[in-house]
């Protein structure tokens, strides 16, 4: 059963700090996505990326946020300058077809 | 901007009982998701609907796509503990490929 895998599980900052986190998409899709939800809050989408480059990102996703995927197998989102709102699950997905695979997770907490 | 409104928020069924999840949306879908999360867990992709009037089934989760594409229903036959966590439908905003999510539905089965 193909996965995505994200790390850390969990990571605290604090607040003001850059954070990274990773993620490996399945290998053969095309579309990687990062999501974030606060605790007892809806599903954000914060950034859509395809062909090496951003095709859509949300209000969420503004200057303090980057994607990269630099070696053609990782995936991951930056956060240049931790906010205390900036707390939650971040999810990272890839797709193919239909289908849509999420990893399960980084639980950022900014201190 | 679209939203997803999903009913019931929660809901509560003995072993082996039929229950269905709503999910209208404010604007036409043009592709609708269903996914399973298991608290502070990532999303599991159940199904995917596009065209009015298309029902796919998984197991015993049926999920259905009206013929105006504005509402979804998700159906689950016989139901077990294992059929419990947080459903959500998601969704491509209208004309984007910014993706947005409903408020989710809370299952509980009793055994």
């Known amino acids: 059963e193909p996965e995505v895998t994200q790390t850390p599980s969990h990571q605290v900052t604090q607040m003001g700090q850059e954070v990274i986190l990773r993620c490996v998409p399945i290998?053969?899709?095309?579309?990687f996505y990062w999501y974030r939800q606060i605790l007892g809050q809806k599903v954000e989408f914060l950034v859509s990326?395809?062909?090496?480059?951003?095709?859509?990102k949300s209000e969420i996703f503004d200057d303090q946020f980057s994607v990269e995927r630099p070696d053609g197998s990782n995936f991951t989102l930056k956060i240049r300058s931790t906010k205390l709102e900036d707390s939650a699950m971040y999810f990272c997905?890839?797709?193919?077809?239909?289908?849509?695979?999420f990893g399960p997770g980084t639980r950022l907490t900014v201190t | 901007s679209q939203e997803l409104e999903q009913s019931p928020q929660s809901l509560i069924v003995q072993e082996g009982k039929n229950l269905t999840i709503n999910c209208t949306s404010s604007?036409?879908?043009?592709?609708l998701y269903w996914y399973k999360q298991k608290y502070g867990e990532g999303l599991i992709f159940l199904m995917m609907?596009?065209?009015?009037?298309e029902e796919k089934s998984h197991e015993k989760i049926t999920a259905k796509l009206d013929e105006k594409k504005q509402q979804s229903s998700l159906h689950i036959t016989a139901s077990q503990p294992s059929h419990a966590g947080i459903y959500l439908c998601?969704?491509?905003?209208?004309?984007?490929?910014?993706?947005?999510f409903g408020t989710g539905t809370r299952l509980k089965v009793l055994a």
């Open positions: 997905a890839s797709r193919v077809g239909e289908e849509e695979y």
């Open positions: 290998s053969n899709h095309l579309y």
């Open positions: 990326f395809y062909n090496n480059e951003i095709s859509e």
């Open positions: 604007k036409t879908l043009y592709g």
């Open positions: 609907l596009q065209k009015g009037g």
């Open positions: 998601g969704a491509a905003e209208s004309g984007t490929y910014k993706y947005i």
